[in-house]
């Protein structure tokens, strides 16, 4: 049984455009989009969503999904590195709010960072820490990729290469690297290339100590890079030059936790834009097309047919793509996973 989508806008990919035809439908079963070039058809479900606009189920690139139930935490002005943040919060985990916090069932820590997620219109993760048993159930609020390679750092990993070697056939392995404004940051790039870690499925976070001949290398390599602008504004009072990676094809946003983030991931799309880098349509594909490529994901990040049926509904308006740099949960009338309803409003 498939569900048609008629008299909706439909928020393609900024190359082909925004679809708006009363004669044609987005159709959809519980496995992948159908078609949106044809009108519904005979036993067809029928959706008139004359107003809305359909946009395609964003890509997170970055969460720690147990870690959205703290509060945003930080314990200097601001930080040369990453580094120095974490050895200052290591120690306030034995002290409140943080004990209280920790105690909280880990399902419950998990399905927090799950919900922010589906309200802001997330509709896949990606998780930098163990793929806890929460994360690979069916009922999860979102998709959380399940095959993935990764280290915590640099600095926190003991063998970074053993990490790097147990990466799964196919995935990507993800490090938070170069997240920092002073030489330790600076250097971290060549540590990588000289264990041998950076080929064509790996994934820096944060980048932000990267040079721009530190990028061209990532790049040439075939590495990509998760950008999470707010965090880094937040710790390091300082963001990394994304425009190359970008132009690659080789950027993905992540929002991080809200330990260190603005909040979700409309929350973290405007503060990408603020810094003047990117076009809309830059910022669009790094939560869609470019994120999904770039993370191996086969069948998300688009509304074409053979997709995943994974979107969310919003109002209708003149400029969709800038349209989205302005939403927050309560515009989103209702987020589909698989076909499904998961949230509405």
């Not at 690979?136 to 990490?163: M, T």
């Amino acid at each position: 049984m498939a569900t048609a989508i008629i008299n909706a806008q439909i928020v393609l990919p900024p190359e082909f455009g925004v679809r708006l035809d009363p004669n044609l439908a987005l159709r959809f079963d519980s496995r992948s989009i159908l078609s949106i070039d044809r009108p519904p058809q005979r036993g067809d479900t029928i959706l008139d969503l004359t107003g809305r606009a359909i946009y395609p189920g964003l890509i997170n690139a970055h969460d720690h999904l147990e870690l959205n139930h703290y509060p945003r935490s930080k314990f200097r002005p601001v930080y040369a590195n990453a580094h120095q943040w974490g050895e200052d919060f290591l120690p306030q985990l034995a002290e409140e709010p943080y004990v209280s916090l920790r105690r909280q069932p880990l399902s419950e820590q998990c399905t927090i960072g799950g919900i922010k997620n589906l309200r802001s219109g997330v509709t896949t993760v990606v998780h930098h820490n163990p793929l806890h048993p929460p994360l690979r159930s069916p009922d999860f609020p979102v998709r959380v990729v399940q095959h993935y390679g990764w280290a915590h750092s640099l600095h926190f990993e003991k063998n970074v290469r053993a990490s790097f070697r147990k990466t799964p056939r196919g995935a990507v392995w993800m490090i938070h690297l170069a997240e920092g404004t002073d030489d330790i940051a600076a250097g971290e790039l060549r540590q990588l290339h000289a264990l041998g870690c950076l080929q064509k499925h790996t994934v820096l976070i944060h980048g932000v100590g990267l040079s721009a001949e530190d990028r061209q290398l990532v790049i040439a390599q075939g590495a990509g890079l998760v950008w999470c602008p707010s965090t880094n504004l937040f710790l390091l009072g300082a963001t990394g030059d994304v425009r190359d990676f970008s132009a690659a094809g080789k950027l993905a946003i992540g929002t991080d936790s809200r330990l260190t983030a603005d909040g979700d991931m409309f929350d973290e799309l405007r503060a990408a834009a603020r810094t003047g880098q990117l076009s809309i349509a830059a910022l669009f594909r790094a939560v869609t097309t470019d994120a999904a490529t770039m993370l191996r994901l086969r069948n998300v990040g688009t509304l074409l047919p053979g997709y995943a049926p994974d979107f969310f509904v919003a109002p209708a308006s003149s400029d969709p793509y800038a349209a989205l740099l302005s939403f927050t949960p309560h515009n989103l009338e209702a987020v589909y996973v698989g076909g499904q309803v998961r949230y509405q409003r």
